[in-house]
């Protein structure tokens, strides 16, 4: 079962907008990381932020953490039509990595 | 990519077949997954491997799955026989250098139908 839900499923911006997309989970982690899957591709690993931290950033990304809700967001600002694509939330228990379901995002030129 | 390379990118096949996917890293590693991508589930785990052996293989559907690592630098996913509800792309992945963290680099998976 997964671990993760992202929401939204799908998001449409123009290019130049910010996306925003959040993640809860349901059990105690390690870890958050996010990842990026473009159409027919593997998933790309964007960023990690611990079980202790915050809030982290990585170039136009921005992704905060609070374990009290068991919730995430990742933040992509300024974005641009090579963003789109999909992201998922996946939380690390021990070795296990598990997936949410993803957000699909779309970024109109 | 870390050096992951799945092979066939794409395969189509007919129920009853076998079917097997590879996974071959480029610089070897001792720990390897495989997960399974779908519409319906998201990814799923299907199997770890650590030190070249299978350390949890809880999500691997039924007996028709098995999976091998004989070396670190080599898996392979067998299905026998394949049915239509084994069509997925399925991924291998290899912890990051950092791995303590979890991190996984992917493999560009290979799509599998079964018809």
């Known amino acids: 079962s997964q671990q993760g839900e992202e929401d939204p499923q799908a998001l449409s911006i123009q290019e130049g907008e910010n996306a925003t997309m959040n993640c809860s989970y349901k059990?105690?982690?390690?870890?958050l990381q996010w990842y990026r899957q473009n159409s027919g591709r593997g998933l790309v690993h964007l960023i990690l932020?611990?079980?202790?931290?915050r809030e982290k950033h990585s170039g136009r990304l921005r992704v905060t953490l609070d374990t009290s809700k068991k919730s995430s967001s990742l933040l992509i600002t300024a974005s641009r039509a090579a963003d789109t694509a999909s992201y998922f939330c996946?939380?690390?228990?021990?070795?296990?990595?598990?997936f949410g379901a993803g957000t699909t995002v779309t970024v109109r030129a | 990519d870390a050096g992951v390379i799945q092979s066939p990118r794409h395969e189509v096949t007919e129920m009853g077949q076998e079917v097997t996917l590879r996974c071959k890293l480029i610089?070897?590693?001792?720990?390897l997954f495989w997960y399974r991508q779908t519409m319906m589930r998201g990814l799923e785990l299907l199997i770890y491997?650590?030190?070249?052996?299978?350390?949890?293989d809880s999500g691997m559907p039924e007996d028709r799955f098995s999976a091998k690592m004989p070396n670190a630098s080599f898996s392979t996913l067998k299905i026998q026989p394949s049915e239509p509800r084994d069509s997925a792309v399925y991924f291998c992945?290899?912890?990051?250098?950092?791995?303590?963290?979890?991190?996984?680099?992917f493999g560009e998976g290979s799509r599998l139908t079964v018809l």
């Open positions: 992945a290899i912890p990051g250098q950092r791995s303590n963290t979890g991190e996984l680099f």
């Open positions: 491997f650590n030190n070249n052996v299978p350390i949890d």
């Open positions: 996946a939380t690390t228990t021990d070795y296990k990595l598990s």
């Open positions: 610089s070897g590693h001792n720990s």
């Open positions: 059990t105690s982690i390690n870890n």
């Open positions: 932020i611990r079980s202790n931290e």
